[in-house]
């Protein structure tokens, strides 16, 4: 098959497309004919090497896969080749505690499609049974491999870690990448007012398009301060951040008495600093999330399907072009996400 990959770790110029033996189905396995697949900033610290993450290679990224059922391991039921699908990039044992309690991202196994194992930049992927959710015939392989990560992500972190509530505020930063549009799309769902932080007058009216109340220009001015006035100098309910460590005080200076920052990623750094009595005195709560389980997945996929939620795509690329996608990503050009097709 023809697959992208590489071979070791460095920069957009270690990535090959090239030929690749065809994965096969074992037990309870699946293998799926490829239509669309999508990056993530994870296939960049996948590239670069993540500390303590020992790959075989050659290793093929992305996460986020839609296509058709190409073969069926032993044992698996309730499947049919020709199948449409779009696939969980999680995955995990189904036997320890988290599992038992339906808390699959915190699997004491979990792993990631396209970052613990090869994933979908390839004409076929490997992958469970149980990682299969059904596409609707209506929804496009391209619009489906936008989905699963960043929107399974925001879901989980907004509706299940900080339970935003209606009449909320939430602030959402680095607003152009695919969790955050996911996510403000999420918070106006909940019913919440939505802060954006992005950057250039044109993300400005993309991520007003999307649904945010008030969309911050990060080049112009501090975003804290612009989120306490945007409040009558409140502050937000909820921060959802990835930045990490070059934002993180503003982060917490943004949030109102009883705020909660969600983290899900750190791309400048992490160790972030902080200034401890502005956490007890205000009362703030720092959350962390990854991911979602199951139930979760299936949830903001059904919402997607029914065009509650949409996904947003920047670029619609042939998979060899994958090094120029890595490097859109890389320098932070993109608003929404970037997909491949094999």
Same mark, same amino acid.
Request: charged fraction near 25%; charge should be negative; proline fraction near 4%.
């Given at each position: 098959?023809?697959?992208?990959?590489?071979?070791?770790?460095?920069?957009?110029?270690? !990535?090959?497309?090239?030929? /690749? %033996?065809? $994965?096969?189905? &074992? @037990?309870?396995? =699946?293998?799926?004919? #490829?239509? +669309?697949?999508?990056?993530?900033?994870?296939?960049?610290?996948?590239?670069?090497? !993540?500390?303590?993450?020992? /790959? %075989?290679? $050659?290793?093929? &990224? @992305?996460?986020? =896969?839609?296509?058709? #059922?190409? +073969?069926?391991?032993?044992?698996?039921?309730?499947?049919?080749?020709?199948?449409?699908?779009?696939?969980?990039?999680?995955?995990?044992?189904?036997?320890?505690?988290?599992? =038992?309690?339906?808390?699959?991202?915190?699997?004491?196994?979990?792993?990631?499609?396209?970052?613990?194992?090869?994933?979908?930049?390839?004409?076929?992927?490997?992958?469970?049974?149980?990682?299969?959710?059904?596409?609707?015939?209506?929804?496009?392989?391209?619009?489906?491999?936008?989905?699963?990560?960043?929107?399974?992500?925001?879901?989980?972190?907004?509706?299940?870690?900080?339970?935003?509530?209606?009449?909320?505020?939430?602030?959402?930063?680095?607003?152009?990448?695919?969790?955050?549009?996911?996510?403000?799309?999420?918070?106006?769902?909940?019913?919440?007012?939505?802060?954006?932080?992005?950057?250039?007058?044109?993300?400005?009216?993309?991520?007003?398009?999307?649904?945010?109340?008030?969309?911050?220009?990060?080049?112009?001015?501090?975003?804290?301060?612009?989120?306490?006035?945007?409040?009558?100098?409140?502050?937000?309910?909820?921060?959802?951040?990835?930045?990490?460590?070059?934002?993180?005080?503003?982060?917490?200076?943004?949030?109102?008495?009883?705020?909660?920052?969600?983290?899900?990623?750190?791309?400048?750094?992490?160790?972030?600093?902080?200034?401890?009595?502005?956490?007890?005195?205000?009362?703030?709560?720092?959350?962390?999330?990854?991911?979602?389980?199951?139930?979760?997945?299936?949830?903001?996929?059904?919402?997607?399907?029914?065009?509650?939620?949409?996904?947003?795509?920047?670029?619609?690329?042939?998979?060899?072009?994958?090094?120029?996608?890595?490097?859109?990503?890389?320098?932070?050009?993109?608003?929404?996400?970037?997909?491949?097709?094999?």
């Amino acid at each position: 098959m023809k697959a992208a990959f590489i071979r070791e770790h460095g920069g957009p110029e270690v !990535l090959e497309v090239g030929e /690749l %033996e065809d $994965p096969v189905a &074992g @037990a309870g396995q =699946v293998v799926v004919d #490829v239509e +669309a697949c999508a990056l993530n900033h994870l296939d960049l610290w996948v590239r670069r090497g !993540l500390p303590g993450l020992d /790959l %075989e290679l $050659p290793h093929v &990224g @992305a996460s986020d =896969v839609a296509g058709t #059922v190409a +073969a069926l391991g032993p044992g698996v039921e309730g499947w049919s080749r020709g199948d449409r699908v779009v696939v969980n990039p999680a995955q995990w044992c189904g036997r320890c505690e988290w599992c =038992v309690r339906g808390e699959h991202s915190l699997c004491e196994e979990f792993r990631i499609l396209g970052e613990h194992i090869d994933g979908g930049a390839a004409e076929k992927v490997r992958v469970p049974a149980e990682s299969l959710y059904a596409l609707p015939d209506d929804v496009p392989f391209e619009d489906a491999a936008a989905v699963p990560l960043v929107f399974q992500t925001a879901w989980r972190a907004l509706i299940g870690r900080a339970d935003v509530r209606p009449g909320e505020t939430v602030l959402v930063t680095g607003g152009s990448g695919g969790v955050s549009t996911a996510a403000i799309q999420i918070a106006r769902l909940a019913g919440a007012r939505v802060l954006a932080v992005t950057s250039g007058p044109e993300n400005v009216e993309r991520v007003r398009a999307l649904g945010a109340d008030v969309a911050i220009d990060r080049l112009e001015e501090d975003f804290s301060k612009a989120a306490y006035e945007a409040t009558g100098r409140r502050g937000v309910d909820v921060v959802l951040d990835s930045v990490g460590e070059a934002i993180w005080d503003q982060c917490v200076r943004a949030l109102a008495r009883n705020g909660r920052l969600v983290t899900y990623g750190a791309t400048t750094g992490a160790s972030g600093r902080q200034d401890i009595r502005r956490m007890f005195w205000k009362q703030v709560r720092i959350i962390g999330t990854t991911m979602a389980s199951r139930s979760e997945f299936e949830r903001v996929m059904d919402l997607v399907f029914a065009g509650r939620l949409e996904p947003v795509i920047d670029v619609v690329w042939p998979l060899e072009r994958i090094a120029e996608a890595h490097e859109r990503l890389e320098g932070g050009d993109q608003f929404g996400k970037v997909v491949l097709v094999p």
